[in-house]
């Protein structure tokens, strides 16, 4: 009973764990993600359905890499195995961002196409992704450094959410006015959060960050309605042409995504630098 219990405490209190499977779940939901999103043109291109077989195989590469290490305590076998699907998923991302440009930006080379291009940074999530991975295998956990890495690449997924909600709703002119309220929420996360790379910062201004990140919930869930709505008035009576071609489902609830992670970094980060918690 004694093990079991240190066993439990290990499992609910190892931030590089978290960062596993938080890495794993996103990696499985991308799945749907890319079916739905490359379902608008049925997969015309061959390659379009690399993102899709990656992320059906990579959740389970990693968990058996986690096996590995938590039940067999063969580390070498998880660090591989990471490294791997790390460096795979930033090769997917980088060829991802390079694909989605093609398809209009590099031929005309304007903010306009851009703009109506395929959303040229989503892929960037799986770039993401592949880096907490390699982070998480070359850093120590238990340092601060740890924590900032992962606040950084949090830092670095609202950055990509500011520059997303600018161009998805610019191609309709935000014709409504919250559709402002991603873009200007992400630019006051992006505020705060680099503020403890660049310095020392008290226990209150964590805080404070941990306050600013409960409003990107909102605005992710509210957004999530919003799309949701919009996608059941949409034209057809289908549901699934509506959910292709409308307004992305799951595309608000990347801000819920990153505050997940963001709040792992500020938890470490607290935790390295005051006896207190959150």
């Given at each position: 009973m004694i093990r079991d219990h240190e066993e439990r405490v290990v499992w609910y209190s190892d931030p590089k764990l978290w960062v596993e499977l938080f890495v794993l779940v996103n990696l499985a939901f991308l799945t749907l993600d890319i079916y739905?999103?490359?379902?608008?043109?049925?997969?015309?291109?061959?390659?379009?359905?690399?993102?899709?077989?990656?992320?059906?195989?990579?959740?389970?590469?990693?968990?058996?890499?986690?096996?590995?290490?938590?039940?067999?305590?063969?580390?070498?076998?998880?660090?591989?195995?990471?490294?791997?699907?790390?460096?795979?998923?930033?090769?997917?991302?980088?060829?991802?961002?390079?694909?989605?440009?093609?398809?209009?930006?590099?031929?005309?080379?304007?903010?306009?196409?851009?703009?109506?291009?395929?959303p040229f940074a989503a892929p960037l999530a799986y770039s993401g992704l592949g880096?907490?991975?390699?982070?998480?295998?070359?850093?120590?956990?238990?340092?601060?450094?740890?924590?900032?890495?992962?606040l950084l690449l949090a830092l670095a997924g609202f950055f990509g959410n500011f520059v997303l909600s600018l161009t998805d709703h610019a191609s309709n002119g935000f014709f409504r006015s919250a559709e402002w309220i991603p873009v200007i929420s992400s630019a006051v996360a992006i505020g705060f959060l680099i503020v403890p790379l660049l310095m020392p910062v008290t226990s209150k201004f964590l805080q404070l960050c941990a306050a600013v990140l409960g409003l990107q919930v909102v605005v992710g869930v509210l957004g999530f309605c919003f799309h949701a709505e919009a996608n059941l008035r949409g034209p057809s009576v289908y549901i699934w042409d509506n959910l292709v071609n409308g307004a992305p489902p799951m595309a608000p609830l990347l801000f819920v995504n990153l505050v997940l992670l963001a709040v792992i970094g500020l938890w470490v980060i607290h935790k390295r630098t005051s006896k207190e918690f959150i």
């Open positions: 739905i999103a490359h379902s608008i043109n049925q997969f015309r291109r061959s390659a379009e359905y690399v993102p899709f077989y990656f992320s059906l195989c990579a959740p389970a590469v990693l968990a058996v890499g986690l096996a590995a290490e938590h039940k067999w305590h063969h580390s070498t076998v998880w660090r591989d195995l990471g490294y791997l699907v790390g460096w795979s998923a930033v090769a997917v991302g980088v060829a991802g961002v390079v694909f989605h440009l093609d398809s209009r930006f590099f031929y005309e080379r304007t903010l306009k196409s851009l703009t109506y291009a395929a880096l907490l991975l390699i982070m998480n295998r070359m850093v120590d956990s238990k340092t601060l450094e740890w924590g900032q890495w992962v």
